[in-house]
């Protein structure tokens, strides 16, 4: 790794130390709340109370991967890093830090498990993409969450860097694009049936995919960062 | 490191920042890049550190454009008047991280400016005052080393014995080791005693090239009776001229000698007042 790569790592790190501490203290607070409604539904007929770190984690990478453009590179070029290693370094931090996320979200999840099959807190479960294949352990969902978050990272860093070279009107036809091929799917149905299929069928070939097309999103991003200035669109 | 800017234009829409900018600083000395706000000088130098591109033309370092060319930004630290640092950060945390980015950073030197300017390692940037985070910019520009230092308005907010304190290491600094040190201010008359050459630029264009010594000696100020003065400067260049009451004072390009034999009172023209009837002239003109 070359020393502008490091220097950029502990840039990024550095700076997001603190929004994911505050991240992580939420998520705590609301996975203690969380575990509190559970133990009142223990009395309630079939009550369940259903928690998923996905849906929290998922969406933070999505944010830091549309922030590592709109902030970071502004400031990476002021430090005097050229862009292959800004691209080199974002790649590296999308895969660090979605697996330090799903590390700890998956730590967690074991521990509390642990712990509500101890107390027999039944009526609390955990939802994870990890049991669509069947396979809910410890090291899957660290794969699984690992593979997704790296696709939702680059995807935002994509999506970013259009409206960051692109301005609106770029950026929005894209997302507008995208938008209106949904609601195309949804009225037509194809999308719900792909979805379903998808149910029925994922595997682990599934996730390869994923992560396949994410590394080819992630490397048309070089295109959009090759020539990027400080300035936006 | 040779600088070599040539024919350099950069258009924002339809307004034009830099307008055929051309000129070349051959050697290490600390050069000031005076002008007016929006002359673009900032433009210059955001272009000249990598950061932003050019419309037309380019800037070359020892021949080779420095755009995205690692070897040659990490041989350039720009440090502007504001916005250099993300404000999440602490301070310990950017001496590092610029660590990292010049290979020729002196890590002993930025902990003697931190600690000259009573800064906090572990305060962050958001907690600065405006003097403070200005101190801070000043230590990591000085501290890089880089051999080309650009220093764009690096002290808004800082008092002045922080700026002499500044003009004194900065000085220091570059006797220890010649450096190209390009200095953008509009705090003309405290720092011009630097300048070993100035550049001086209106609306995008270079109204003025000259070694600060020569330019001591060749533009003065002469005053004196109205017909004295206005024989003194027949064909000679005027830069400006005025007059009150019988007596006439003119900005002129001359000797102080000849002024003195047609029995004129001559001063020297400070770099300030050069910059404002340089830049006002033109406007005029």
């Known amino acids: 790794m070359t020393r502008q790569v490091k220097g950029l790592l502990f840039f990024f790190l550095s700076d997001l130390r603190h929004s994911f501490t505050i991240f992580w203290s939420i998520l705590l607070i609301a996975l203690a709340l969380s ?22 984690t998922y969406i933070n990478v999505g944010i830091v991967g549309f922030l590592i453009v709109k902030d970071y590179i502004p400031f990476s070029l002021k430090l ?46 955990f939802l994870h993409p990890a049991q669509l294949i069947g396979s809910d352990t410890w090291l899957t969902r660290i794969a699984v969450d690992t593979v997704m978050m790296f696709g939702v990272f680059a995807l935002f860093f994509l999506l970013a860097l259009l409206f960051y070279r692109g301005g609106l009107i770029i950026g929005g036809s894209v997302v507008g694009l995208i938008g209106v091929t949904l609601l195309f799917g949804i009225a037509q149905g194809w999308l719900f049936e792909f979805f379903l299929n998808l149910y ?5 070939v599934f996730f390869a995919q994923v992560f396949g097309i994410s590394i080819l999103i992630y490397g048309l991003t070089y295109f959009l960062v090759r020539g990027i200035t400080t300035v936006k669109a | 490191m040779k600088i070599e800017v040539k024919e350099l234009t950069k258009r924002y829409g339809e307004k034009e920042a830099l307008s055929n900018l051309s000129f070349t600083l051959n050697e290490p000395k600390i050069y000031g890049l005076l002008g007016r706000n929006g002359a673009g000088k900032t433009t210059f130098m955001e272009i000249l550190a990598g950061q932003i591109t050019a419309t037309k033309g380019e800037v070359l370092i020892d021949g080779v454009r420095p755009f995205d060319n690692q070897r040659l930004i990490e041989s350039i630290c720009l440090i502007k008047e504001g916005n250099n640092f993300k404000k999440d950060l602490k301070i310990k945390h950017v001496l590092k991280i610029y660590s990292y980015f010049y290979p020729t950073w002196d890590q002993e030197l930025a902990d003697k400016l931190i600690d000259e300017y009573g800064l906090d390692r572990n305060a962050k940037i958001k907690t600065l005052s405006k003097g403070m985070e200005s101190a801070l910019g000043i230590s990591v520009g000085l501290a890089s080393k880089a051999p080309i230092t650009i220093f764009d308005e690096p002290y808004i907010g800082l008092d002045a014995p922080s700026r002499k304190k500044f003009y004194e290491i900065l000085l220091e600094e570059f006797q220890n080791e010649k450096r190209t040190i390009i200095f953008s201010t509009h705090l003309i008359d405290e720092v011009s005693l630097l300048f070993e050459e100035v550049l001086i630029i209106r609306e995008g264009k270079l109204v003025l090239q000259e070694e600060t010594d020569s330019l001591r000696q060749s533009i003065i100020s002469v005053s004196g009776p109205v017909d004295a003065v206005k024989t003194y400067i027949e064909n000679k260049e005027t830069l400006e001229i005025k007059q009150l009451a019988g007596m006439m004072n003119a900005y002129v390009y001359g000797e102080k000698e000849e002024a003195l034999e047609y029995g004129l009172d001559v001063e020297g023209v400070p770099i300030q007042e050069l910059m404002i009837h340089l830049t006002e002239r033109k406007r005029g003109a």
Request: aromatic share 18%; hydrophobic share 60%; glycine share 10%.
């Open chain 1, 35 to 56: 575990l509190g409604i559970a133990y009142l539904l223990l009395d309630v007929q079939d009550g369940v109370f259903f928690f998923g770190f996905p849906f929290a």
């Open chain 1, 80 to 125: 005097g890093a050229v862009r292959k290693n800004i691209f080199a370094a974002a790649g590296v931090l999308f895969v660090l830090y979605g697996f330090i996320m799903a590390m700890i979200s998956s730590t967690l999840h074991f521990i509390i498990n642990l712990i509500i099959e101890a107390v027999g807190l039944h009526s609390f479960m």
């Open chain 1, 200 to 204: 029925h069928t994922i595997d682990y």
